[in-house]
């Protein structure tokens, strides 16, 4: 078995509506999938945000997608238009779900997620003038 | 009638690029859906029409439809947007204007209107069976902290649907919901009935995928982002619905980005709360039901979607004045940048106190430590320090002039804080203040909006 962090092994998405934020993590087949069914539950979820969720957390499962809905209500320092917060729509909520650790046997864990490679934007960065 | 139907999405918010009209319609499309709208967008516009009643729209339309009346002209495509925002008449009047600018004349040019509950909240508070209590919090009507400012129900796709079979070649809506803009168009081509509940739930989960643009092929997107291609070059949906409500999502051949099941189900869950029952004013969609298939090349057929009857009530949103926000924010380096940046916070929170400004509510952020995650980030380990931090002071005061107060005690903190002189401030300096608006989601029974709800056909 091995602990690891959501982000290794999902997808992420979040978005807004009135104070209440939305934020989906997805699943890349049915092993993981079953893994965060029982393991990323609306509870931990609740308990990784603490004071930035003032209201409840509920979980809604789409299968279909191999994918979790999270609903954090009061989660956005009172919605968009009267936040005070830079990230006053939550669309970083996401990247801030995925931090969560599941366990996970090693088979499934050696399904890591490859690190970003940009080697492209080096390319249309080091032909610009820059000072 | 053409099968299937061609539908584009040429704009995910008010904001976004009409040069995306170009390339949808090189592709060759029925109907450019324009989607304009979102909670903070009619914020935007309640302060735009609060200055000057003749606005209240998005004012980007006149350059969408620029780009897109040659065609409509030739018959090639047809106009469907919420551009109207709060003030759908300004909006088509701005329409006309264009088209007259353009030399084009013969168009069909709908409105729809009676979205606006604004004029009769009184009667409506007294007979809705909601009595306009807060759809999020339970909070009563009474509880509402300020007048309103606008008041809006999220009304549904027949109206468009009516329209079209007027003969318009551009409807023009306030708020209707922004997936029902592109179910109106598979309505009336399709002919679906307000009962074909599979159906209109195909339609909306359609229009759920379009309604924000790059978003489902490509943009925003958490898989392997870095490989999608020329990211730069925005890829703008489209959509090829049949009768019988299965889909494929693709985009023009000629953007960047990407079209999978993977883009597409991210966007399939974006602010859904309930996937297994997605309300919207036509029906109630089962987006758990649908089926996703990668046909290659970008194109995913969606398929299977299962919908339940709608409810008796339409959403609507009202928003209230909340008072004026004003922010800065200051750089600083190694060594001990975070502790720098919260001891300039309490100087200026003390400065502020000092000076007898009354601040109701303040967001200090430490950039580079913990501002977007909070909580969720756990600390350093012992020993690791950021090599920078930007400390982002934000607060909430009763008026303007108090909120730029604020902003004005830091500024003399340039030679007389922690080290080292307000760095990164940028030429805005502090405190350039922002009105705050608070929102008020509730249900509206819809048999007190329907009787108002009215589709106008003008020839120009």
Known sequence: ?131 | MPDPVRLGGGQGFYGDTPRAVEGLLAEGIDYLCLEALAELTLAILQKDRARDETLGYTRDLPRYLAASLPAVVDGRVKVVTNAGGINPAAAAHAAKETAKALGISGLRIATVLGDDLMTRLGPLHADTTSRLANLDTGEPFEALPAAPLFASAYIGAFPIAEALAQGADIVITGRVADACLFLGPLIHEHGWTRDDWDRLSAGILVGHLLECSGQVAGGNFSGEWWTIPEPWNLPYPIAEVAADGTAVITKPAASGGRVDVDTVRHQLLYEVHDPASYFSPDVVADFTSAQFEDLGSDRVQVSDVRGKPATDTYKALLAYHAGWAGETRVAFSWPDAPEKAKATAAILAKRVEMAGIEVREWCFEYWGVDALGGPTVPPLAPGVEPPECVLRAAWRCDDERTSRAVGRELVPLALSAPPAGLTGMGRGMAGASTELLGLWPTLIDKTLVDPGVTVTVEEI
């Open chain 1, 1 to 131: 078995m091995a602990r690891i962090a959501l982000r290794e092994l999902c997808g992420y998405r979040a978005g807004d509506k009135g104070d209440i934020s939305d934020v989906a993590v997805f699943a890349y087949d049915d092993e993981t999938y079953a893994v965060i069914v029982e393991q990323v539950t609306a509870e931990r979820v609740r308990a990784l945000f603490g004071s930035m969720v003032r209201g409840d957390v509920t979980r809604y499962e789409a299968p279909n997608v191999r994918a979790l809905n999270f609903v954090l209500r009061g989660a956005l320092g009172g919605g968009g238009p009267k936040s005070l917060r830079s990230d006053n729509l939550g669309k970083t909520l996401g990247g801030a779900l995925v931090r969560l650790e599941i366990d996970v046997p090693d088979e499934i864990a050696a399904r890591r997620r490859p690190r970003p490679d940009v080697t492209w934007a080096d390319a249309i960065l080091d032909a610009l003038p820059q000072s």
